[in-house]
C-alpha cells in the first residue's frame, strides 16, 4: 500500500527546485493552513485507495515555477498533465472522476441548495480572516476584531438554522447520516473559528461559539470523528501555535515541536 503523501513538510519557497512530478499519479499544490487547500485534501482522503502526493508551497514566497504553472494559488491539482485550480472545481471534479465514495447528493437541486449554503457561508472570510491573518498595510485592534467577531456570529446563526433545518443533531451532517461535500467544504471555516481564542488569546471566550448553537457544536463534533479529519484537521491549540508560526514567516517544519 502506497505510503501519505506527508503533508507537514517544508513549504518551498522562491529560488526552489520544483519536484518530479509522476502524471500517473493525483499531485497536490498545497498550504498547509490553507482552508481552501483544505477542502482538497479532505476530499482525497475521503476517497477510499485514491493515491496521491502533494508538495506544500510558501504563499509568502512563491517559486517561479509555481507562478508559470498556476494562478498563484493554492489549491491546485495536478493530473495527467493537467492543472486544475480553485477548490470547488478541484472537489467537484474529483467527486465526478473518482465517483466511489461519492459525495455530492443525486438529487440535483439538493446539490445547487448545497452549493449556495457554501458559497454564503464561504462569505463570512472576509470578517473571520482579519480576526486571526495579517493583512499587509493593516492592523486590527481588538475591538475592530471583535466588531469583525460579531459579523461572523451572524453567520454561524445562519448555519445553526440550517443544520437544525436538516435535524443534524440526529443524523450527524449535512447530508444526513453520512458526510457529503457541504460539510467538507464549510468545515474548514468552522475549524479556525473554534481556534480563534486560541489564536488571540486576549480575547479568549468573547471570540468562543455561543454555547446555544447546539447543532453547531454537534455537527463539529461529528466531523471531528470523520477519518479524514482526524489525518488532516488540527486541534485548536495546534492550529492557533502553527498560525502565529507562520505569521512569523517560518515555514520550516513549524509542526515539529507540536
Known amino acids: 500500500m502506497p505510503a501519505e503523501p506527508s503533508w507537514d513538510s517544508n513549504h518551498l519557497s522562491d529560488g526552489s527546485d520544483k519536484p518530479k512530478i509522476d502524471d500517473n499519479i493525483i499531485h497536490v499544490y498545497n498550504m498547509r493552513l490553507c482552508p481552501f487547500a483544505e477542502r482538497v485534501m479532505l476530499v482525497l482522503l475521503h476517497k477510499s485507495g485514491l493515491h496521491f502526493n502533494c508538495t506544500n508551497i510558501n504563499l509568502k514566497s512563491k517559486p517561479g515555477w509555481f507562478l508559470d504553472s498556476s494562478l498563484g494559488k493554492v489549491p491546485v491539482l495536478l493530473t495527467n498533465g493537467e492543472a486544475i485550480p480553485e477548490s470547488l472545481i478541484v472537489c467537484d471534479y474529483l467527486d465526478e472522476v473518482h465517483s466511489e465514495d461519492k459525495l455530492h447528493p443525486a438529487d440535483a437541486l439538493q446539490k445547487a441548495r448545497d452549493r449556495v449554503l457554501v458559497e454564503t457561508q464561504g462569505q463570512m472570510l472576509s470578517s473571520l480572516y482579519p480576526i486571526f491573518g495579517k493583512i499587509p498595510g493593516k492592523i ?30 440526529n443524523n450527524g451532517f449535512l447530508g444526513g447520516t453520512t458526510v457529503c ?3 467538507y467544504m464549510i468545515f474548514p471555516f468552522y475549524e479556525r473559528i473554534v481556534a480563534l ?46 498560525l502565529l508560526v507562520y505569521q512569523r514567516r517560518v515555514l520550516f517544519f513549524f509542526f515539529f515541536f507540536f
Do not use: T
Open 140 to 169: 486590527f485592534s481588538n475591538d475592530e476584531k471583535l466588531e469583525k467577531f460579531q459579523i461572523v456570529l451572524k453567520y454561524i446563526g445562519d448555519f445553526e438554522k440550517e443544520l437544525k433545518k436538516r435535524d443534524v443533531q
Open 197 to 242: 481564542p486560541h489564536i488571540v488569546a486576549e480575547l479568549g471566550d468573547a471570540l468562543r461559539i455561543p454555547s446555544e448553537m447546539e447543532a453547531v457544536r454537534h455537527w463539529m463534533r461529528c466531523m471531528r470523528e470523520l477519518g479524514p479529519v482526524q489525518k488532516y484537521g488540527l486541534s485548536p491549540e495546534c492550529l492557533a501555535k502553527a
Open 181 to 183: 461535500m457541504a460539510d
